[in-house]
């Protein structure tokens, strides 16, 4: 302990005692490495051996690198990662020399180690002892607690993405520089120890055993993982011969059946896909308590929340079912795509988490093609379309100036836009040229690392299209264009601008995409718009006029199937045309969600009027598919929330008129599961009558509290199945108050009594869904007691209210400081400051958050705090516009009437 407290400042220690003046030469020379984004290269790890002892009482651990290192260029230093570990600076040698001088830069988390002389070229081995604490942070080498036999235990546990090894030993802590790692660990004999190779060998002395690992092949820091602690585990084989294991906590092995299944079958598949064999021996995907994200890929152990890798018939909802197996297939194609083959530097991130995303819609339509997965990946595109029409986005490759920065970027442009283009490249290309690219660049740089040009490359070899130039404009660029479409006589005019939601527009260029269809999709048009205008000639020349004022006859769409990331703005006739196609049933899904998403946002931009979107929201009155519900859903939200700024007196009737959308299908599936129904029936139901609560229906609110009720009685009844839970929750916050809190209370009894996750989730998420202010206090500032993981509290801030928004923003500034020091992982704060900041919709709101955070970011966060103000800002132009709107109001009583 003592020297992790004399390591928490900058110091610069000199071992030997050189002159005062040869001190000061040599510090400067060592700070010559500080403030750099990247390490030099000049020397390069080959090979760690690392023996690590974590004491899961006293949470802390020693441990002892001997790492070889090949010097390529002449240097006196050593220049690696370390951070909040206590070197002993006695012990450090290279080729059997001590450093004269060791530096520790807190700030940069380097550690440079300066010798008398120049080092010798070649490999050398150089050793050191360290010390650190397993923290509560959930990052480096941390602890997790669980309950064994009623008692609480703590378990080791490893979360090295992004910049984390270093808090677990000293290395060169950067994708690029991949090495072989042998590990040995020494821990309780009694508990079970994982890391990424199997075991080779294990010694049990009495209370320690001592367990090593097999030397992995060349990897990345980030992948490295250890997992301590009591566990059962059930096994299967690839069809390679490969073990695959799902280890759970004792007793609940059962549930890990599913995700097991899922992870087999991505194996097989992947490795057919890629035509690359799974690199490792084993795989093992184990569930952590405590855990900052969802999942993390380390190489050949895969550690999860529990809610993404158990599931169990009886308690779990179908939602999660489709969480489970979309996790494991991202995670499982990270083992080609980011493990075998690794981004050169965290620009190119996107190369990770884009294609593991894309590729787990691709496994699991393949795995459950009745799931109709890839309409629910539109979802993806929707959060990508939307976060990529701010200012404040950022281009899918970014620069890092600071590994500070790299945790921001792992957000939806990465994940979505990053999957989203894929797509749009892969319906440019044709599936099978697209697959037997990937598989040709799996092959070239496996075991090494690649940027965002290497892909192009082999794409363009393969295809013999000009990939690099049409893709450069999709990831060096940040935002899309809306494609403006125009009748004009026979012929249609089309011309791009970017698309931003603030209602100005920038006149960006990409190299476009297009697909247009014209009254079915048999007669389709396919090409790249490569300039701001083009001209279609003579597409509506077989169409007499007759023809064309006959409504549902005659339509034009644009990005067919919603391949392309771009968005469409007709002109009023094909506006209507397209408003007629798609209430006559003539599109598909994902034509309908595209035209609905479209139209949502253009209103937003003040592109189009919110009466024009009412009326397409009632040409969807019909709908029933999960997924087109899900976005209307979504849409009738956001409007409903809007609407209260901005027409306080029109806002009743718009719910209104939101219910009776909703309603028919909400009634047609009813409160009760039933045994022949489809999946996708069993989502959407939760997804309606959540949908119903929200917009205050009076109907759905009582006879979820009346479900509730049976249920607190018996918890076994059928009447509130896994998947309806949520919307009763919701129905009995509607009514609490703190003058009728028995509701309230009767939900925290299920919480504290519940050993289910997914119920407690359950729970956290509809705490703060109440209008009532000492309720929303209360449950605000129940995410501080340890009855709440650090890693759920988001779910309580997430459900605040508009209603209770003031409460939480006022609770948000005086618990700042406490905030900041709880949830130290800037994920969790940017999704803090997230949820609070977007409830409000006015300037002068803007004004006073942006002011209380002037002095109070971090750059972790900085991003999403500046791109929830903007969405503010957003808000309150899209209020003004509303307000303007001279024929809303007649819209919505003549819509009214209509339904
Ligand atoms: N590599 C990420 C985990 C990660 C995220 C590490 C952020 C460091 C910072 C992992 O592959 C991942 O993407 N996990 C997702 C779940 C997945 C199903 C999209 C997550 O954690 O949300
Ligand atoms: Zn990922």
């Given at each position: 302990?003592?020297?992790?407290?004399e390591?928490?400042?900058?110091?610069?220690?000199?071992?030997?005692c050189?002159?005062?003046?040869?001190?000061?030469?040599?510090?400067?020379?060592?700070?010559?490495?500080?403030?750099?984004?990247?390490?030099?290269?000049?020397?390069?790890?080959?090979?760690?051996?690392?023996?690590?002892?974590p004491?899961?009482?006293?949470?802390?651990?020693?441990?002892?690198?001997?790492?070889?290192?090949?010097?390529?260029?002449?240097?006196?230093?050593?220049?690696?990662?370390?951070?909040?570990?206590?070197?002993?600076?006695?012990?450090?040698?290279?080729?059997?020399?001590?450093?004269?001088?060791?530096?520790?830069?807190e700030?940069?988390?380097?550690?440079?180690?300066?010798?008398?002389?120049?080092?010798?070229?070649?490999?050398?081995?150089?050793?050191?002892?360290?010390?650190?604490?397993?923290?509560?942070?959930?990052?480096?080498?941390?602890?997790?607690?669980?309950?064994?036999?009623?008692?609480?235990k703590?378990?080791?546990?490893?979360?090295?993405?992004?910049?984390?090894?270093?808090?677990?030993?000293?290395?060169?802590?950067e994708?690029?520089?991949k090495?072989k790692?042998?590990?040995?660990?020494?821990?309780?004999?009694?508990?079970?120890?994982?890391?990424?190779?199997?075991?080779?060998?294990?010694?049990?002395?009495?209370?320690?055993?001592?367990?090593?690992?097999?030397?992995?092949p060349?990897?990345?820091?980030?992948?490295?993982?250890?997992?301590?602690?009591?566990?059962?585990?059930?096994?299967?084989?690839t069809?390679?011969?490969?073990?695959v294991?799902?280890?759970?906590?004792?007793?609940?092995?059962?549930?890990?059946?599913?995700?097991l299944?899922?992870?087999?079958?991505?194996?097989?598949?992947?490795?057919e896909?890629?035509?690359?064999?799974?690199p490792?021996?084993?795989?093992?995907?184990?569930?952590?308590?405590?855990?900052?994200?969802?999942?993390?890929?380390?190489?050949?152990?895969?550690?999860?929340?529990?809610?993404?890798?158990?599931?169990?018939?009886?308690?779990?909802?179908?939602?999660t079912?489709?969480?489970?197996?979309?996790?494991?297939?991202?995670?499982l194609?990270?083992?080609?795509?980011?493990n075998?083959?690794?981004?050169?530097?965290?620009?190119?991130?996107?190369?990770?988490?884009?294609?593991?995303?894309?590729m787990?819609?691709?496994?699991?339509?393949?795995?459950?093609?009745?799931?109709?997965?890839?309409?629910?990946?539109?979802?993806?595109?929707?959060?990508?379309?939307?976060?990529?029409?701010?200012?404040?986005?950022?281009?899918?490759?970014?620069?890092?100036?600071?590994?500070?920065?790299?945790?921001?970027?792992?957000?939806?442009?990465?994940?979505?836009?990053?999957?989203?283009?894929?797509?749009?490249?892969?319906?440019?290309?044709?599936?099978?040229?697209?697959?037997?690219?990937?598989?040709?660049?799996?092959?070239?740089?496996?075991?090494?690392n690649?940027?965002?040009?290497?892909?192009?490359?082999?794409?363009?070899?393969?295809?013999?299209?000009?990939?690099?130039?049409?893709?450069?404009?999709?990831?060096?660029?940040?935002?899309?264009p809306?494609?403006?479409?125009?009748?004009?006589?026979?012929?249609?005019?089309l011309?791009?601008?970017?698309?931003?939601?603030?209602?100005?527009?920038?006149?960006?260029?990409?190299?476009?995409?297009?697909?247009?269809?014209?009254?079915?999709?048999?007669?389709?048009?396919?090409?790249?718009?490569?300039?701001?205008f083009?001209?279609?000639?003579?597409?509506?020349?077989q169409?007499?006029?007759?023809?064309?004022?006959?409504?549902?006859?005659f339509?034009?769409?644009?990005?067919?199937?919603?391949?392309?990331?771009?968005?469409?703005?007709?002109?009023?006739?094909?506006?209507?045309?397209?408003?007629?196609?798609?209430?006559?049933?003539?599109?598909?899904?994902?034509?309908?969600?595209?035209?609905?998403?479209?139209?949502?946002?253009?209103?937003?931009?003040?592109k189009?009027?919110?009466?024009?979107?009412?009326h397409?929201?009632?040409?969807?009155?019909?709908?029933?598919?999960?997924?087109?519900?899900?976005?209307?859903?979504?849409?009738?939200?956001?409007?409903?929330?809007?609407?209260?700024?901005?027409?306080p007196?029109?806002?009743?009737?718009?719910?209104?008129?939101?219910?009776?959308?909703?309603?028919?299908?909400?009634?047609?599936l009813?409160?009760?599961?039933?045994?022949?129904?489809?999946?996708?029936?069993?989502?959407?139901?939760?997804?309606?009558?959540?949908?119903?609560?929200?917009?205050?229906?009076?109907?759905?609110?009582?006879?979820?509290?009346?479900?509730f009720?049976?249920?607190?009685?018996?918890?076994?009844?059928?009447?509130?199945?896994?998947?309806?839970?949520?919307?009763?929750?919701?129905?009995?916050?509607?009514?609490?108050?703190?003058?009728?809190?028995?509701?309230?209370?009767?939900?925290?009894?299920?919480?504290?009594?519940?050993?289910e996750?997914?119920?407690?989730?359950?729970?956290?998420?509809?705490?703060?869904?109440?209008?009532?202010?000492?309720?929303?206090?209360e449950?605000?500032?129940?995410?501080?007691?340890?009855?709440?993981?650090?890693?759920?509290?988001?779910?309580?801030?997430?459900?605040?209210?508009?209603d209770?928004?003031?409460?939480?923003?006022?609770?948000?500034?005086?618990?700042?400081?406490?905030?900041?020091?709880?949830?130290?992982a800037?994920?969790?704060?940017?999704?803090?400051?997230?949820?609070?900041?977007?409830?409000?919709t006015?300037?002068?709101?803007?004004?006073e958050?942006?002011?209380f955070?002037?002095?109070?970011?971090?750059?972790?966060?900085?991003?999403?705090?500046?791109?929830?103000?903007?969405?503010?800002?957003?808000?309150?132009?899209?209020?003004?516009?509303?307000?303007?709107?001279?024929?809303?109001?007649?819209?919505?009583?003549?819509?009214?009437?209509?339904?």
């Open positions: 302990m003592h020297m992790i407290q390591l928490s400042h900058n110091s610069t220690v000199a071992l030997k050189p002159t005062a003046e040869a001190e000061a030469v040599m510090a400067a020379a060592a700070a010559e490495f500080r403030g750099q984004a990247r390490l030099p290269r000049f020397a390069a790890p080959r090979r760690y051996e690392l023996r690590l002892r004491d899961l009482a006293a949470c802390v651990f020693s441990g002892e690198a001997s790492v070889a290192v090949d010097v390529s260029a002449p240097t006196r230093f050593l220049v690696l990662n370390a951070a909040d570990l206590a070197v002993d600076r006695a012990s450090i040698r290279f080729q059997g020399l001590a450093p004269a001088e060791v530096s520790v830069f700030e940069d988390e380097i550690l440079v180690l300066e010798f008398a002389g120049e080092l010798p070229l070649g490999e050398g081995v150089l050793a050191m002892r360290f010390n650190g604490t397993l923290n509560d942070q959930m990052r480096g080498f941390y602890r997790s607690k669980y309950e064994y036999k009623g008692e609480t703590n378990m080791a546990v490893t979360q090295f993405e992004s910049v984390d090894a270093r808090r677990c030993f000293p290395c060169w802590d994708p690029s520089f090495a790692f042998k590990l040995t660990l020494e821990v309780p004999s009694e508990l079970v120890a994982l890391s990424n190779m199997p075991i080779v060998n294990e010694k049990i002395a009495g209370p320690i055993k001592t367990v090593e690992y097999e030397e992995s060349v990897m990345s820091t980030y992948l490295v993982a250890i997992v301590v602690g009591l566990f059962d585990y059930i096994e299967g084989v069809s390679e011969g490969n073990k294991r799902v280890y759970t906590q004792v007793g609940k092995s059962n549930q890990g059946k599913f995700a299944d899922v992870g087999v079958k991505s194996l097989n598949l992947y490795k896909f890629f035509d690359t064999p799974y490792l021996p084993k795989l093992d995907m184990v569930a952590i308590p405590d855990f900052t994200n969802g999942a993390m890929e380390n190489y050949g152990l895969v550690t999860y929340r529990e809610i993404y890798l158990l599931f169990d018939e009886q308690s779990s909802s179908a939602s079912k489709q969480n489970v197996a979309i996790t494991v297939a991202h995670e194609a990270h083992q080609w795509f980011g075998l083959v690794t981004m050169e530097w965290w620009t190119h991130l996107w190369l990770n988490e884009g294609f593991a995303t894309w787990s819609y691709l496994a699991v339509d393949s795995f459950f093609p009745e799931w109709n997965i890839w309409t629910q990946f539109l979802d993806s595109t929707t959060s990508a379309l939307k976060l990529d029409s701010l200012a404040e986005s950022h281009p899918i490759e970014v620069e890092i100036h600071h590994a500070s920065e790299i945790d921001s970027i792992f957000d939806s442009i990465s994940y979505d836009k990053g999957a989203s283009v894929i797509r749009m490249l892969q319906s440019y290309l044709g599936a099978e040229r697209f697959q037997k690219a990937l598989a040709s660049y799996i092959k070239k740089y496996a075991y090494s690649a940027k965002t040009e290497d892909l192009w490359a082999v794409l363009e070899e393969v295809s013999g299209e000009p990939v690099k130039n049409l893709m450069t404009t999709w990831t060096k660029k940040q935002g899309y809306v494609i403006g479409v125009k009748l004009k006589g026979h012929d249609v005019e011309e791009q601008d970017q698309f931003l939601l603030d209602g100005s527009s920038d006149s960006g260029m990409w190299i476009v995409p297009i697909t247009l269809g014209c009254n079915s999709h048999d007669m389709q048009k396919r090409f790249l718009l490569k300039h701001k083009s001209d279609i000639k003579g597409i509506n020349s169409y007499d006029d007759q023809d064309r004022q006959n409504s549902g006859n339509w034009i769409k644009l990005n067919i199937d919603e391949t392309g990331f771009y968005r469409v703005k007709y002109d009023d006739e094909l506006t209507t045309a397209l408003r007629n196609a798609l209430q006559m049933k003539k599109l598909s899904l994902m034509d309908k969600i595209g035209i609905v998403e479209d139209a949502h946002a253009l209103s937003i931009a003040g189009q009027t919110l009466s024009s979107l009412l397409l929201l009632y040409a969807c009155r019909d709908e029933d598919d999960f997924s087109v519900l899900s976005h209307i859903n979504s849409v009738t939200s956001s409007v409903a929330k809007i609407s209260i700024d901005a027409t007196e029109l806002a009743g009737e718009i719910k209104q008129l939101f219910i009776k959308l909703l309603l028919p299908t909400a009634e047609k009813g409160w009760d599961h039933k045994n022949s129904e489809s999946h996708l029936d069993a989502m959407l139901r939760p997804v309606l009558l959540v949908g119903l609560v929200h917009l205050g229906h009076d109907k759905t609110i009582s006879e979820g509290v009346r479900r009720q049976i249920f607190f009685d018996d918890r076994n009844t059928s009447l509130l199945p896994p998947d309806t839970r949520k919307a009763a929750y919701l129905s009995v916050m509607h009514n609490v108050s703190s003058t009728n809190r028995s509701g309230y209370d009767a939900l925290l009894k299920i919480y504290r009594e519940s050993t996750v997914e119920e407690r989730l359950n729970v956290l998420g509809i705490l703060s869904s109440c209008q009532d202010k000492d309720i929303v206090l449950s605000l500032n129940f995410i501080f007691t340890d009855e709440v993981r650090n890693q759920d509290a988001y779910l309580v801030l997430r459900s605040v209210i508009i209770a928004r003031e409460t939480a923003w006022s609770w948000l500034k005086e618990n700042w400081d406490r905030i900041m020091k709880t949830f130290a800037s994920a969790i704060l940017s999704d803090y400051v997230k949820s609070i900041v977007t409830l409000f006015s300037k002068e709101k803007e004004a958050i942006s002011q955070f002037a002095t109070r970011t971090k750059p972790g966060f900085k991003r999403a705090l500046k791109q929830s103000l903007e969405n503010v800002r957003i808000s309150a132009r899209w209020v003004d516009g509303i307000r303007g709107e001279a024929e809303l109001a007649q819209t919505v009583h003549d819509l009214l009437i209509k339904l």
